[in-house]
């Protein structure tokens, strides 16, 4: 039905357009539109089937995916429908092209339809013969400029379509298709891809891609890589600044992304399933050849310095004329584009891991500086096995440098120069050059650091305790670290070691978080042993802070804003392995870690921030550590839909309060009669519900709340043999239609929690609960129901705001 009301505002294809909807119409709410853009192939096979209507902005979303495999999954269910319903002629003629169907002559074609979706549609075109006609046609209608430049427009909004896909989805770039649209002219360093397609409408909201409504609608004027403000955001030797990407690939080039994807190149017809690439992995042959192409690093300028010799440089010529100087001025400008474009290439590559992409850039970089952000990035590695190959690719480039120019200043950080260096004796070194590099660098680094210690005004900056601790030459990290001992005395080590080693255990269980993956164990547990605070939370007392990590990335989850602790951060790491979690949270809390403590103004703690992502691991670990039962933690339980999960938290919790191992008032929880109701107090429960005991509790069972519905949520869920109990004494204290109408509502509630959860965890749906709460009454199409505003305000009765999940 909501199909229907939306039909004209839709564009309904086979439909005059003529129709008007009947009320408020919201297309992009349409159930076969999510489907879409969900890639759920299953739900719009089930859609079609019960009658939804096929919109022109629907087959835009189809095509503009750039996964082939999902896109073939979804053109086969939709195809059948618009061969048998659609008429051709109230098609665009890139969806008659795509899906294959009539294309009338093309004198009858309107130029100022014909934009970069056609010839996206022509390329993908898989008869050979109907693809040769098609561009026999538009090159005669368009002329040969104006087709090239909209074929090589098509090919870089289809590359940038693909790359960021790959980094969001985690999976390898299609190495054939990105060769392919490279030699269609696609341009791999433009930058936030415009809207520039003349077939899209002027409704801003019609026809956007997943990454297009993601984009901001005033930065579609800054497509030009070369002009835009990030390229000029920082200086060849300034570590003031720190090349970052922006929200969903916002200012990102195709190079970029590449350098941020964490899968090498891969073509999909060969039997590599593109696992990850590793730090230090390495593209072979053809692969290398096109990640070098693709980058395009060294191509316009490989040294830094133009190749072409000045005008009237020679001793005696006459002066330049102002062809000249416009010429130098040319390769000025192209030299300092390449050097950007270079650096953040870099960066990215380096904080990703991408060894290979590392090693082809330092390979072409030349003579220039490294730019300030590549020690900043360097310190902000916090995997050891990443940051190590980073290490030896650094170290080769230095050595190689030194020796192609032995009198040049490398400007090489102090953070390196700790990381880096050896002490090695003339023997050891023998004629080896990076050796050499080595060992020089430590001597640099030795001479920096007593300059450093000789002050004596300020503690050992943290950054270099941690430079310090990652050093993995041995003799050289113990000389350095006597060098601290004497020159800061023993306790003023000892509290700045502790305050380095709190700065990276932090970094390091935000990073597990936004990277999805398990923090490093032994590292966390080598930090502890060095004095890290396990009730460290503020990263502004640290230097290096990472971008991608640090609140002021803009890339951070929503709990991300704000100082958390170790325990906070462990409790919001779903993707963390269960026996990590617990072994890290029990050596926290036993280095006196307080499950109990938040950062103030009203925040949740770790055992409600454990609960409210459902990481169950993390919350049984904080009750055994003593966390205690309170009623936000209890209000955050209940939202847990997974029966499971939920099962498995309320043992522990109900295991801690019949233990009395927390100091939470069993008495006062059981006031609240949704909490009577769930645990099966059955007693307590209908006495309240009777009207006994009134002053027990806040208000009356007849002042309907939105927390009344978690009274029948909570009755469903109960498991108690004599439940019927209570829900007899609700029927007669309500009434028969009161009654059904609150059970309806709770089920709605519970249906849209459970179905939200699913998404959220991608699982399946538990199919009897969803079956069981339609049974009772829930609605399939409400959409008003928000289950984070339905507790009475969102506060809890101890003052404490009840967050959501």
Same mark, same amino acid.
């Given at each position: 039905e909501e199909e229907g009301d939306a039909a004209a505002a839709s564009t309904p294809v086979g439909a005059d357009g003529k129709g008007a909807a009947r009320g408020p119409v919201q297309p992009h709410r349409l159930p076969l539109l999510v489907a879409i853009t969900a890639r759920n192939a299953p739900a719009v096979r089930a859609l079609l089937a019960r009658g939804a209507t096929v919109s022109e902005r629907m087959l835009r979303e189809v095509v503009l995916i750039p996964d082939e495999a999902v896109r073939s999954s979804l053109e086969a269910e939709i195809r059948p429908r618009l061969v048998a319903e659609a008429r051709p002629n109230t098609l665009p003629l890139w969806a008659r092209i795509h899906f294959g169907l009539p294309v009338e002559d093309s004198e009858r074609w309107d130029l100022s339809h014909i934009g970069t979706l056609t010839l996206t549609a022509m390329r993908r075109q898989q008869d050979p013969e109907k693809r040769k006609q098609y561009e026999t046609m538009l090159r005669r209608l368009l002329t040969k400029e104006w087709f090239d430049a909209i074929a090589a427009e098509a090919a870089t909004q289809e590359l940038r379509e693909e790359m960021l896909d790959a980094v969001l989805k985690r999976r390898s770039v299609n190495a054939r298709l990105a060769e392919e649209l490279l030699d269609l002219g696609a341009d791999p360093h433009l930058r936030d891809f415009g809207d520039s397609d003349a077939e899209e409408s002027d409704d801003d909201d019609f026809g956007a891609s997943e990454d297009r409504r993601r984009r901001h609608a005033d930065e579609a004027d800054e497509a030009d890589s070369d002009t835009h403000p990030l390229d000029q955001q920082s200086h060849a030797t300034s570590d003031s600044q720190y090349w970052y990407p922006?929200?969903?690939? %916002?200012?990102?080039?195709?190079?970029?992304?590449?350098?941020?994807?964490?899968?090498?190149?891969?073509?999909? %017809?060969?039997?590599?399933?593109?696992?990850?690439?590793?730090?230090?992995?390495? &593209?072979?042959? !053809?692969?290398?050849? =096109?990640?070098?192409?693709?980058?395009?690093?060294?191509?316009?300028? %490989? %040294?830094?310095?133009?190749?072409?010799?000045?005008?009237?440089? !020679?001793?005696?010529?006459?002066?330049?004329?102002?062809?000249? $100087?416009q010429a130098r001025e040319d390769r000025a400008e192209a030299s300092a584009v390449e050097a950007r474009r270079s650096g953040r290439i870099l960066v990215m590559a380096m904080h990703s891991g991408r060894a290979d992409v590392v090693r082809d850039v330092l390979d072409a970089w030349g003579h220039r500086p490294l730019p300030g952000a590549v020690w900043r990035v360097l310190q902000t590695v916090g995997e050891a096995e990443a940051r190590q190959a980073m290490e030896e690719i650094l170290l080769a480039f230095f050595a190689r440098r030194k020796q192609d120019t032995p009198h040049s200043d490398l400007q090489v950080h102090m953070c390196a120069k700790l990381q880096l260096g050896r002490r090695l004796t003339q023997a050891e070194i023998a004629e080896d050059p990076v050796l050499r590099c080595a060992a020089d660098l430590h001597v640099e680094a030795c001479g920096e650091l007593e300059a450093i210690l000789v002050c004596g005004d300020e503690d050992c900056p943290p950054w270099v305790l941690t430079s310090i601790r990652r050093c993995r030459h041995t003799a050289a990290r113990e000389h350095l670290e006597e060098m601290v001992r004497e020159g800061l005395g023993r306790r003023r080590a000892v509290a700045a070691r502790s305050k380095a080693a709190s700065a990276e255990l932090l970094g390091e269980l935000r990073a597990a978080i936004l990277r999805k993956r398990t923090p490093d164990v032994r590292l966390l547990q080598d930090l502890l042993k060095a004095g890290a605070s396990p009730e460290a939370r503020n990263l502004n007392d640290f230097d290096f802070k990472d971008p991608w990590v640090t609140p002021r990335s803009g890339h951070s989850e929503p709990d991300l804003q704000r100082p958390l602790s170790p325990l906070e951060l462990l409790a919001m790491n779903t993707h963390s392995e269960a026996e990590v979690t617990k072994l890290i949270i029990a050596r926290a809390i036993q280095l006196k870690a307080d499950p109990e403590s938040t950062s103030g103004h009203g925040r949740s703690r770790a055992l409600s921030l454990a609960l409210s992502v459902r990481n169950v691991a993390a919350a049984e670990a904080l009750i055994s550590g003593g966390a205690q039962v309170t009623n936000q933690v209890l209000r955050m339980l209940r939202r847990i839909s997974s029966v499971e999960k939920r099962k498995n938290v309320e043992a522990a919790l109900w295991a801690a309060l019949s233990s009395r191992q927390t100091h939470a008032n069993e008495d006062e929880l059981l006031k609240q009669l949704w909490v009577a109701v769930h645990f099966g107090f059955v007693e307590k429960a209908v006495k309240h519900i $009777?009207?006994?005991?009134? &002053?027990?509790? $806040?208000?009356?069972?007849?002042?309907?709340?939105?927390?009344?519905?978690?009274?029948?949520?909570? =009755?469903?869920?109960?498991?108690?043999p004599a439940k019927k109990s209570i829900e007899d004494a609700l029927r007669q204290k309500l009434g028969l239609k009161m009654f059904e109408y609150i059970r309806a509502e709770a089920a709605t509630h519970e249906l849209r929690l459970e179905l939200r959860e699913a998404v959220m965890d991608r699982r399946d749906p538990d199919l009897e609960l969803v079956a069981e709460l339609l049974r009772i009454g829930a609605s399939p199409d409400a959409r008003d129901a928000d289950i984070d505003s339905s507790d009475d305000g969102g506060f809890d009765t101890d003052g404490e705001e009840d967050s959501g999940p």
């Open positions: 922006g929200p969903h690939g %916002s200012h990102l080039s195709c190079a970029d992304m590449l350098a941020m994807c964490g899968r090498p190149l891969a073509d999909p %017809s060969s039997s590599s399933t593109g696992a990850d690439c590793g730090v230090g992995a390495s &593209n072979s042959g !053809a692969d290398a050849a =096109l990640t070098r192409r693709f980058l395009g690093v060294g191509t316009a300028v %490989s %040294s830094g310095a133009s190749a072409m010799p000045d005008e009237g440089a !020679a001793v005696g010529a006459s002066p330049p004329s102002r062809a000249g $100087e $009777e009207g006994h005991a009134m &002053n027990h509790f $806040e208000e009356p069972i007849e002042e309907f709340t939105r927390a009344d519905r978690w009274v029948f949520t909570s =009755l469903r869920r109960c498991t108690s």
